[in-house]
């Protein structure tokens, strides 16, 4: 038979890529790439999170070189996996066709990182010879794979053990998964058509005029409320940019939910410019990467700017400032109070833990990541 059905560019139901563009057959194809050690990834919940998970995947490349990973995810998360080439299969939970297929499929390893009951379900039955992370028993309780993961588990159950916790998202991830942790980046690789999509913002907006361009991402969406920054707050900031100098452009960030603030900050502020709220994923990181410096609070828009290296300053209140790995780039701010580290998303606090931090305490910041 000349078909190698265990080649990984093999769809089963159609002709592959290489013999549609250049007629290629299995006996002569120097692209033939059988499948190897079988790796699945379960990752769903918030885009921003799912996103931070890629920087798993240069670990786990190199302890299983000729591995071939799938991810099964949400479709909210779909976009994070274009041009990402460490990633083989993208599995979408909303299509009708995933279900059955990952019914059939047996993977060598599979890792499910997250104390999640909807997603540990599908985590207790797939098949999979080693398991790494969660689960969700016949009792519909959580439970650990492994002893690697008991400590995520205990960081999500006690906060006296959340607010003592020293360690990164990432470096959690990898000891869950019993990987070397090397800090690995955050994986978004920008399209030649996506950088165009910036190209022509900016020169819509003739950005190359300034010397430095300051992205502010302004929101954190309904459900986590005290996770950004006040509006006054924000304004009072600009006026501070805008006085110190000249030669700096202001970018407005959001989404639909921050489509009120920042058109209000546009409107008193005319030379800052908003880079819109119906913008798709894709756009939004394309036109995130225009910036020099990003001040953001914990939320998408950090991760988004941390896989693009860019430099950040993120401001803290409810949640784990250690658990953001800074690779070297990240200023964190947080204000000096007790309860810090709540995860609350209604406070009875006045003021804010957010509303602490001060426009001087930003300022500062942003004036040193300017000048280095």
Not at 56 to 76: C, D, V
Not at 108 to 127: E, N, R, T, V
Not at 206 to 233: E, F
Not at 336 to 342: G, I, R
Request: glycine share 6%.
């Amino acid at each position: 038979m000349i078909l190698k059905t265990d080649c990984q560019h093999f769809p089963g139901d159609r002709p592959c890529t290489f013999n549609k563009s250049s007629g290629l057959m299995c006996d002569d194809c120097p692209h033939y790439y059988p499948s190897g050690f079988k790796i699945l990834i379960i990752k769903f919940d918030a885009t921003g999170d799912v996103l931070r998970t890629t920087s798993l995947l240069h670990a786990l490349k190199k302890k299983y070189p000729e591995s071939h990973i799938t991810w099964f995810t949400k479709q909210n998360a779909k976009p994070i996996f274009e041009n990402n080439t460490l990633v083989d299969e993208v599995l979408i939970l909303e299509k009708g066709e995933t279900i059955p297929k990952l019914l059939a499929l047996e993977f060598d390893l599979l890792i499910h990182p997250d104390a999640s009951p909807q997603s540990g379900a599908f985590a207790s039955w797939i098949k999979a010879e080693k398991k790494s992370g969660f689960y969700l028993d016949t009792k519909g309780k959580i439970q650990p794979f492994n002893e690697a993961a008991i400590e995520w588990l205990e960081l999500g159950a006690f906060d006296q053990m959340k607010k003592l916790n020293q360690k990164s998202y990432q470096q959690i991830l990898h000891e869950i998964c019993e990987l070397e942790f090397e800090k690995g980046e955050i994986i978004l690789s920008l399209s030649e058509d996506e950088k165009k999509f910036a190209e022509d913002f900016s020169l819509q907006h003739d950005l190359n005029k300034y010397k430095s361009i300051i992205g502010l991402n302004t929101g954190a969406g309904s459900r986590w409320q005290y996770k950004q920054w006040g509006i006054q707050q924000f304004v009072q900031l600009i006026q501070k940019i805008e006085e110190g100098s000249n030669d700096v452009g202001i970018l407005l960030y959001g989404g639909e939910e921050e489509k009120e603030r920042n058109s209000y900050l546009a409107e008193h502020f005319p030379s800052v410019i908003d880079t819109g709220s119906n913008n798709s994923l894709r756009q939004f990181f394309a036109l995130v990467n225009l910036s020099e410096v990003f001040i953001t609070g914990d939320t998408l828009g950090l991760h988004v700017a941390t896989a693009l290296h860019k430099k950040i300053i993120c401001l803290f209140g409810p949640t784990a400032s250690n658990e953001i790995e800074d690779y070297e780039r990240i200023t964190k701010i947080s204000p000096d109070m007790d309860c810090l580290v709540c995860y609350k998303m209604r406070c009875n606090f006045s003021p804010t833990c957010m509303n602490l931090i001060s426009v001087e305490m930003v300022y500062e910041a942003l004036r040193l990541k300017i000048t280095k």
